[in-house]
């Protein structure tokens, strides 16, 4: 099994950078695909970015494009998701996910499609 556990959210201004991490357990953590969703109070939970196993393609949501990085560390079991140019927009807690099929992170609609997630951690960009 893989338990993830997400940090780095806080309270930053807009037009700032943040950088989020996923540290995750199991030895089996380079065998899956791993993404971001965030969900804002009242709405539903939105895919972010998403990264194969490999590491060598990614996907990212219309609204994260440009601005948001996602990398993985498969010596360090972690997971980042490095964002800048913020907006008042992007407040949400940030949730990281693990599954075996990178295809399915921007299709899902909730976590609870895909195999793993975590707790999520809290950005809160000021205007």
């Known amino acids: 099994q893989v338990q993830l556990v997400e940090s780095g959210g806080r309270l930053v201004q807009a037009g700032g950078s943040l950088r989020l991490s996923c540290a995750a357990s199991?030895?089996?953590?380079?065998?899956?695909?791993m993404g971001w969703f965030r969900q804002a109070p009242g709405k539903e939970c939105e895919f972010v970015a998403a990264?194969?196993?490999?590491?060598?393609?990614?996907t990212y949501a219309d609204s994260a494009k440009g601005r948001f990085t996602i990398s993985r560390d498969d010596a360090k079991n972690t997971v980042y998701l490095q964002m800048s140019g913020l907006k008042p927009e992007d407040t949400a807690v940030y949730y990281c996910?693990?599954?075996?099929?990178?295809?399915?992170?921007?299709?899902?609609?909730?976590?609870?499609?895909?195999?793993?997630w975590g707790k999520g951690t809290l950005v809160t960009v000021s205007s």
């Open positions: 996910a693990a599954d075996l099929s990178y295809s399915n992170f921007p299709r899902v609609k909730g976590l609870s499609d895909l195999t793993y």
């Open positions: 199991g030895r089996t953590f380079s065998r899956y695909a």
């Open positions: 990264i194969r196993s490999t590491g060598l393609s990614f």
